[in-house]
């Protein structure tokens, strides 16, 4: 007649208690590691932010040889990114500092990040937006090469020459050219923000509660 095996030992409470207090420093390790990045990421639109508004002239950078130190909030490693930026973009690379916030706030909620898709909607649509700003004529506001940078001027050029032909000298070009080209340029931002109309409904949905919190009680009122 066959014996039964005798039962394997059940692990001690003492063991039970260490594999879990493992289990919970793995995950804690993660929720920090992650929040971290997400700072990281966030943290790198507002140095961008102070950067550009920072930005002055007279600081050391790549067109300018000076002595003097920077006086950008960012030191003189912002003073160059801040330069090379207007220089190329003007004022609507400011729409870049957004999309980093957001993206900082997702990897720190860990939620997915379109990178692709934030990246290449947001640079679309700060080209957009400069060649407006140049199809305007705004005023450089302190930018180093317009308010639209290079890529503004490009639209001023393109405009002026058009406006050379007899059949558009009384059309102001680069005005219409710019009419078009600002909402693109919004909306590719919008796009590349990949905030679904859910979270804008949410959102707009917990302002109201915020400004009119009675308004939960009324299921059938519009604030």
């Known amino acids: 007649m066959a014996t039964r095996a ?24 993660r929720v920090v590691a992650r929040v971290a990045a997400g700072l990281a990421v966030a943290l790198i639109g507002v140095a961008l932010a102070l950067a550009l508004l920072s930005y ?43 999309p980093l916030l957001l993206a900082g706030w997702r990897v720190a909620q860990d939620e997915p990040v379109p990178v692709a898709r934030m990246a290449g909607g947001s640079a679309a649509g700060v080209a957009l937006l400069s060649l407006a700003a140049g199809g305007f004529g705004l005023s450089d506001m302190g930018a180093p090469a317009g308010a639209g940078g290079l890529i503004g001027q490009l639209l001023a050029v393109a405009a002026s020459a058009a406006e050379a032909i007899p059949e558009l000298a009384d059309v102001s070009v680069g005005v219409v050219l710019a009419i078009l080209l600002a909402p693109l340029g919004l909306a590719s931002l919008a796009w590349g923000s990949a905030i679904s109309r859910e979270a804008v409904g949410e959102a707009i949905a917990s302002g109201q509660r915020l400004w009119n919190p009675e308004a939960e009680t009324e299921p059938g009122s519009i604030v």
Do not use: E
């Open 56 to 98: 002055s002239p007279a600081d050391p950078s790549f067109n300018t040889a000076t002595a003097r130190a920077a006086g950008n909030w960012m030191g003189g490693i912002g003073a160059h990114v801040a330069d090379i930026l207007l220089q190329l973009a003007g004022w609507p690379v400011l729409m870049l500092c957004p």
């Open 6 to 29: 005798a039962p394997a030992p059940k692990p001690s409470a003492m063991a039970a208690r260490l594999a879990q207090l493992r289990v919970a420093l793995a995950l804690a390790a």
